[in-house]
């Protein structure tokens, strides 16, 4: 039955005809690839600019433009607006596998990989109009990942990453409503997924009753330590994670998207301005590195990870770009040596940039623009 609808439903696309109608979908609804391609779209090449949204409801973190209807995901007008659209961005994928010639479908996807993803990790694959990558190596990992032709694999960059560059650090802190005068470092720690609960619905690795990924994480006690350090861990579990309980502190803030958007923000922005990264095997830690400052590798986990879920390198840990921690109290230490100004990973990482990233100007929006927009 799938099989008969997908067919049904790319004959509906192959023979319909489309109108100068840009459609933008993707997880979560205002991505920050999807929000920097939306802010530099040439709005006088579209008559329409269509956002598929989880929820009608959620306020767009931008200015509305003009030009833009939002749409309910898996709604009627989502799918008929899915089909008689010229110009397609997706981080997730559209309606069917394999694009037909009269429409126009990138596929920005939402990081490049450490973790294998696509073919690579035994599912299916995508035919579209192009595919994004960052380098020569992520053109070849992604093209074979997709099953997508090199030549239409483009390095141009990950759009989401341009945001990462702050013009402006003390509005947007403000923004946030966050007094950095208060801290003398603050941090991200952005873990992946174990379990998801969003999408593909999958269990890697170890799964664990906090936010931290670390089994029996002492949380008053990592309070006290950012306390005595004057630090703001900025903790973003990951959107496709299963919810758990746990109260904001002084010294450590939970957010999620809607506390973003509720400020006007994306993630990207306010990565940005963080002194340092915790991650464990994240695509963010790819992104990150265009930064050129530290990064805490806290993978407790990693042995039982690869177990369940195929890794794109091998070893993994070569190509993790920052010191690596498997426990509470190395995972202090390095902390505290980011505190201090030190960064041991160094070398490392500028040499994993050069394999990760072609170009390094904060500029992929405009080089994915010039390429579909001339197509």
Same mark, same amino acid.
């Given at each position: 039955?799938?099989?008969?609808?997908?067919?049904?439903? /790319?004959?509906?696309?192959?023979?319909?005809?489309?109108?100068?109608?840009?459609?933008?979908?993707?997880?979560?609804? &205002?991505?920050?690839?999807?929000?920097? +391609? *939306?802010?530099?779209?040439?709005?006088?090449?579209?008559?329409? !600019?269509?956002?598929?949204?989880?929820?009608?409801?959620?306020?767009?973190?931008?200015?509305?433009?003009?030009?833009?209807?939002?749409?309910?995901?898996? /709604?009627?007008?989502?799918?008929?607006?899915?089909?008689?659209?010229?110009?397609? &961005?997706?981080?997730?994928?559209?309606?069917?596998?394999?694009?037909?010639?009269?429409? +126009?479908?990138?596929? !920005?996807?939402?990081?490049?990989?450490?973790?294998?993803?696509?073919?690579l990790d035994n599912q299916p694959g995508r035919q579209d109009s192009?595919?994004? /990558? =960052?380098?020569?190596?992520?053109?070849?990992?992604?093209?074979?990942?997709?099953?997508?032709?090199?030549?239409?694999?483009?390095?141009?960059?990950?759009?989401?990453?341009?945001?990462?560059?702050?013009?402006?650090?003390?509005?947007?802190?403000?923004?946030?409503?966050?007094?950095?005068?208060?801290?003398d470092k603050v941090f991200f720690w952005l873990p992946t997924y174990?379990?998801?609960?969003?999408?593909?619905?999958? $269990?890697?690795?170890?799964?664990?009753?906090?936010?931290?990924?670390? @089994?029996?994480?002492? =949380? $008053?006690?990592?309070?006290?330590?950012?306390?005595?350090?004057?630090?703001?861990?900025?903790?973003?579990?990951?959107?496709?994670?299963?919810?758990?309980?746990? =109260?904001?502190?002084?010294?450590?803030?939970?957010?999620?998207?809607?506390?973003?958007?509720?400020?006007?923000?994306?993630?990207?922005?306010?990565?940005?301005?963080?002194?340092?990264? @915790?991650?464990?095997?994240?695509?963010?830690? +790819?992104?990150?590195?265009?930064?050129?400052?530290?990064?805490?590798?806290?993978? $407790?986990?990693?042995?039982?990870?690869?177990? /369940?879920?195929?890794?794109?390198?091998?070893? !993994?840990? %070569?190509?993790?770009?920052? $010191? !690596?921690?498997?426990? *509470? %109290?190395?995972?202090?230490?390095?902390?505290?040596?980011? +505190?201090?100004?030190?960064?041991?990973?160094?070398?490392?990482?500028?040499?994993?940039?050069?394999? &990760?990233?072609? %170009?390094?100007?904060?500029?992929?929006?405009?080089?994915?623009?010039?390429?579909?927009?001339?197509?």
């Amino acid at each position: 039955m799938k099989s008969f609808l997908k067919n049904l439903v /790319s004959l509906l696309i192959r023979v319909t005809p489309k109108r100068r109608y840009c459609y933008l979908k993707a997880m979560p609804s &205002f991505e920050d690839s999807m929000v920097v +391609i *939306y802010s530099q779209l040439p709005l006088d090449q579209f008559d329409t !600019i269509i956002w598929s949204v989880y929820n009608e409801n959620d306020t767009p973190p931008f200015e509305d433009r003009g030009k833009t209807v939002y749409v309910k995901k898996g /709604s009627i007008c989502d799918f008929y607006y899915g089909v008689i659209s010229k110009t397609i &961005f997706t981080t997730h994928g559209h309606f069917i596998p394999n694009i037909p010639s009269n429409q +126009i479908c990138i596929n !920005i996807w939402h990081g490049m990989p450490l973790k294998a993803i696509g073919l690579l990790d035994n599912q299916p694959g995508r035919q579209d109009s192009y595919l994004c /990558s =960052t380098s020569a190596l992520l053109q070849d990992i992604m093209s074979r990942a997709f099953g997508m032709p090199l030549e239409r694999t483009l390095i141009t960059g990950i759009p989401r990453n341009d945001l990462l560059k702050v013009d402006d650090a003390a509005h947007m802190w403000a923004r946030a409503g966050i007094d950095q005068s208060k801290y003398d470092k603050v941090f991200f720690w952005l873990p992946t997924y174990r379990k998801s609960v969003l999408g593909c619905l999958t $269990e890697d690795g170890v799964e664990v009753d906090n936010v931290f990924n670390m @089994v029996d994480f002492p =949380t $008053e006690k990592f309070h006290a330590f950012l306390e005595k350090n004057r630090c703001l861990c900025i903790l973003k579990p990951h959107p496709m994670a299963p919810k758990k309980d746990m =109260t904001s502190t002084d010294h450590i803030l939970l957010i999620d998207e809607h506390w973003l958007w509720d400020r006007k923000l994306t993630l990207y922005p306010l990565v940005g301005l963080a002194d340092f990264l @915790v991650s464990d095997i994240s695509s963010i830690m +790819i992104d990150y590195m265009l930064l050129d400052r530290p990064m805490i590798v806290c993978f $407790e986990d990693a042995e039982q990870y690869q177990q /369940s879920r195929n890794v794109v390198f091998d070893p !993994i840990e %070569d190509y993790l770009p920052g $010191e !690596i921690v498997d426990n *509470y %109290d190395d995972l202090t230490r390095e902390i505290s040596t980011c +505190i201090a100004g030190g960064d041991p990973a160094k070398e490392k990482r500028e040499s994993l940039k050069k394999q &990760f990233h072609q %170009d390094t100007d904060f500029n992929a929006t405009q080089r994915l623009l010039d390429v579909v927009l001339k197509s």
